[in-house]
């Protein structure tokens, strides 16, 4: 466009601005563009901005947040009329172990993945896991396994469900298993029923309760 046109151009715009109707269609193709640039605006900004979610199975803010290899604990197993209880300190790979059936104990100790019992000279012998947790596997005991768990499962009230389809391999049925997460006692419980169940039906309950406590504060496995 020469510098004729250009004039030209700028003369037609200032007779079209003194013109009402001239006026009124100027005014009205910008409050289009304005409003084209304003849809515009918002598409980039609605595709470049984040969608915020919720995961409703996160424990990012729970205490088993916080939970590693330092920390002292209970574990109380109830198999119908009968009850189980352990108690102990982890410490990195080494923890002490001790269980309590009816009015027996027995003192176990993990060493770089092995297990020792003592026996009645003092002396810790070589066992193995079975030995330690005859009643339910340490798997389910395992506070990692429970974090991997609740993962799986559906928040409810105050409460994660978690059906056994997604924990056992060519399950069928419409067993679950439930853990509750008490933040203000560090306490988790877990209802093992059905997954007992799928073994010996003639199980009515399985509950385990673990309480956390000196979460990063324990030093020494010695009493």
């Not at 003194?18 to 515009?40: S, T």
């Not at 991997?148 to 049925?173: A, P, Q, S």
């Amino acid at each position: 466009m020469n510098e004729k046109e250009k004039k030209e151009k700028k003369l037609n715009l200032k007779e079209m601005w003194k013109d009402p109707k001239g006026k009124a269609k100027i005014e009205l193709c910008l409050y289009g563009i304005f409003f084209i640039g304003v849809v515009i605006f918002v598409r980039v900004m609605g595709s470049s901005t984040p969608v915020e979610t919720t995961d409703n199975n996160s424990i990012s803010n729970s205490f088993l947040n916080t939970i590693e290899d330092n920390y002292e604990y209970t574990i109380e197993i109830k198999m119908d009329d009968e009850t189980y209880k352990y108690y102990g300190k982890k410490l990195g790979y080494n923890s002490s172990i001790t269980r309590e059936d009816t009015e027996e104990k027995e003192f176990y100790y993990l060493k770089e993945d092995k297990y020792y019992v003592l026996d009645g000279n003092g002396n810790y012998l070589l066992t193995n896991e079975d030995d330690v947790f005859p009643y339910v596997d340490y798997r389910f005991l395992n506070i990692n396994n429970i974090k991997e768990y609740i993962k799986l499962g559906n928040r409810k009230d105050n409460y994660f469900e978690i059906k056994l389809t997604d924990l056992v391999l060519n399950y069928n049925g419409e067993g679950i298993i439930t853990i509750s997460i008490d933040e203000e006692e560090k306490q988790v419980i877990i209802d093992y029923t059905d997954l007992f169940k799928i073994d010996n039906e003639n199980i009515e309950e399985v509950n385990v309760k673990i309480n956390f406590y000196n979460i990063d504060k324990i030093t020494t496995l010695e009493e």
